[in-house]
């Protein structure tokens, strides 16, 4: 496993790290879950991301229960807030930062949070009062490093503005080769002003390890089937794009990769990006996807595939 720094944090993080959406404390049974984050941890992954609102705190303490006996110095635990965790726990406001900053170290286990994401940036609340409680929270202790995910990059330069404030050191964007939208601004404004990214859904949910056949009913055991896990992934099973990764698949070969990890190599052929978070239901997929970190790819092929999924989604 290669590591990369995380924008101006002394963080050193896995190039492929471990997600826990849908999957952890919720779609996918525990026993395979704890196997997937224990392989993580033998390969020598060091990030492991959640969010509050992943099975409304059951991924956190999923993963508290499933650390607890993990040296704290062999992981890096990063966690999230903003969405709807009841009625009225919501955005980013101080009570919120300071509210559910505290719920997620119970869940978690731990004393400090290493980077503590905002999920969405939250029109509700002034860019000032969201900064300096999160500011607060770093000097408190209970949190080293902050960062966002899917804010518009105006709303990072506000509160890259804020007088006193802490620093963002990563942004947490949906990046893949299906998804290329960051490389407009928040790449560009990132790469100026300390901050990596730490993607999402870097294989499209699972769709860019090419096992959605374009004629065939999805594999059973797999996200588009499950009731829990399937509700987001629509959007990539279309035709169009099912055949052009089909259409990936003698370029992976002539990388000596799976699809799979072309999707992942392509990922991380961008310096900006410091790490791809894959999600995993099973413990040979992070095996798999782990091994993409440090793949050499001919950019002759990562062009041809860039061809030839622009064209399927103007299709799409
Ligand atoms: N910030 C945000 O708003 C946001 C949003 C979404 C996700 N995230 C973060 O990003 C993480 C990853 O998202 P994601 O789960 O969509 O990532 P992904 O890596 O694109 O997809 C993961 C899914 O693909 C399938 N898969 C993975 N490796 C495979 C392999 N080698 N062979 C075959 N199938 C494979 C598995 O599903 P099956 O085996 O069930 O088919 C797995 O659960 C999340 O856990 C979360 O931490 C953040």
Redesign the pocket.
């Known amino acids: 496993m290669r590591y990369r720094q995380l924008g101006s944090s002394d963080l050193q993080v896995s190039e492929i790290s471990l997600?826990?959406?849908?999957?952890y404390g919720v779609g996918v049974d525990a026993e395979n879950a704890a196997a997937c984050v224990h392989r993580a941890l033998d390969l020598g992954i060091n990030l492991i991301?959640?969010?509050n609102i992943y099975g409304r705190g059951a991924a956190e303490s999923f993963l508290g229960a499933v650390l607890s006996g993990v040296p704290r110095s062999k992981y890096i635990i990063a966690t999230?807030l903003f969405f709807p965790m009841t009625e009225t726990d919501r955005g980013l406001s101080r009570a919120q930062v300071e509210k559910q900053l505290d719920a997620s170290l119970k869940r978690l286990r731990v004393d400090v949070i290493d980077l503590y994401q905002c999920?969405r940036h939250d029109p509700d609340t002034s860019i000032d009062e969201t900064m300096l409680a999160l500011t607060d929270a770093v000097k408190a202790g209970k949190v080293r490093y902050l960062g966002f995910?899917?804010w518009p990059a105006d709303r990072v330069r506000e509160a890259m503005a804020v007088g006193g404030a802490e620093k963002f050191v990563s942004s947490?964007p949906?990046y893949?080769l299906l998804w290329r939208q960051p490389e407009r601004e928040i790449i560009p404004l990132s790469r100026d002003n300390g901050i990596s990214q730490i993607v999402?859904?870097?294989?499209?949910?699972?769709v860019?390890?090419g096992?959605y056949a374009p004629d065939a009913p999805p594999p059973p055991?797999?996200?588009?089937t499950?009731e829990e896990?399937g509700g987001w992934i629509d959007r990539w099973m279309q035709r169009p794009v099912l055949e052009a990764v089909q259409r990936l698949k003698p370029l992976a070969a002539e990388a000596r990769l799976?699809l799979?990890q072309l999707a992942l190599a392509w990922v991380l052929k961008e310096p900006n990006v410091a790490s791809a978070?894959?999600?995993?239901?099973?413990p040979a997929?992070v095996e798999?996807?782990a091994a993409a970190s440090g793949a050499q790819v001919d950019p002759a092929l990562f062009a041809e595939a860039e061809r030839i999924v622009g064209e399927a989604l103007g299709r799409a």
């Open positions: 997600g826990s959406w849908l999957t991301d959640t969010a999230k999920h995910s899917e947490q949906q893949s999402w859904s870097p294989l499209a949910q699972g860019l390890t096992k055991g797999t996200r588009a499950s896990m799976t799979g978070i894959i999600g995993a239901s099973r997929q798999e996807n």
